[in-house]
């Protein structure tokens, strides 16, 4: 008999405890909690802790609280310059209201499908209104950001929130990228063009008023050179008259040494004379009178 009893204390006392653990489950700090009861939503649980439930007709349901990323597979799109883009992007998202996501998805593999359609569907709408250099410059943040925001106009009633959007590349196809770098190359090289053109013309206009210059400066130079030499040819004209009128032997003397300074210098000039000539007639001294 009291065999029979202790196997139902220890009967009674498992089913305690499966009982108790039935009724009992953790809420983690990463995590949020709906409770269902024969297929429908008793309760939301988004406070960590040891929570209670009805054991063996209530479940529940866990719902990850951390951000999530989920990415998009390379689109394309058309800006509104006609040019084609291959755009790499992704978003980081939160379950906000765990109800209203279980309601709209049910688990997390729809929910990803889900926000990589909307935010595709998005990316083509909005950089289809942009210009390719917009989209590639200083403009993205802007973009992106209205991105995140029409997409989370799309996915706040279904329970998520999306908190960031990002675009990670956006690039040419392979066969337009080289038909922009062609069409790029050739509007450098025309500028390039353009700018050498503008220079040839500018040099040309600096040496033609370099060479008018040059003229003027040469003419105004010769005109000076002429008048001084003039002016000093006139000096000396003068300064011989006056030296011929106070001593005419004198001045003959003079004239007669530049002769022979001209005559017989170091040009290696060859004269046959006699030695008598009156040429050479202050050689002899018969010429030269002592005053």
């Known amino acids: 008999m009291a065999k029979n009893l202790s196997i139902i204390l220890a009967i009674l006392v498992v089913a305690a405890g499966f009982t108790a653990s ?77 109800l209203l996501y279980y309601q709209s998805f049910g688990n997390i593999g729809v929910a990803y499908s889900r926000i990589e359609t909307i935010l595709n569907s998005q990316l083509r709408q909005i950089l289809g209104r942009e210009i390719l250099t917009d989209i590639v410059s200083g403009e993205r943040t802007r973009l992106m950001e209205t991105i995140k925001n029409q997409v989370n106009v799309e996915t706040a009633s279904r329970g998520l929130e999306v908190v960031d959007v990002r675009i990670v590349r956006a690039d040419l196809p392979t066969a337009n990228s080289q038909k922009v770098f062609d069409r790029m190359r050739t509007q450098r090289e025309q500028e390039a063009k353009e700018i050498r053109a503008t220079g040839a013309e500018i040099a040309q206009r600096i040496r033609a008023n370099a060479d008018r210059e040059k003229t003027v400066l040469i003419a105004e130079a010769k005109r000076d050179a002429e008048i001084t030499r003039g002016t000093g040819d006139a000096e000396k004209n003068r300064i011989f008259a006056e030296a011929f009128g106070k001593d005419k032997d004198f001045f003959s003397f003079y004239r007669s040494m530049q002769a022979y300074r001209d005559a017989i210098g170091d040009n290696d000039t060859t004269m046959i004379l006699s030695p008598d000539s009156e040429f050479f007639r202050f050689f002899d001294g018969r010429n030269i009178t002592a005053k």
Do not use: C, N, W
Not at 53 to 63: H, R
Not at 78 to 90: E, G, I, N
């Open 22 to 98: 039935s009724a009992l489950f953790t809420v983690s700090e990463t995590e949020q909690a709906i409770v269902m009861q024969f297929g429908k939503v008793q309760t939301v649980v988004q406070e960590p802790g040891l929570k209670v439930k009805t054991p063996f007709v209530q479940d529940v349901i866990k719902v990850d609280k951390r951000v999530l990323s989920v990415g998009t597979e390379r689109e394309e799109v058309v800006t509104r310059d006609q040019k084609r883009l291959m755009v790499d992007s992704f978003a980081r998202f939160r379950i906000s209201d765990p």
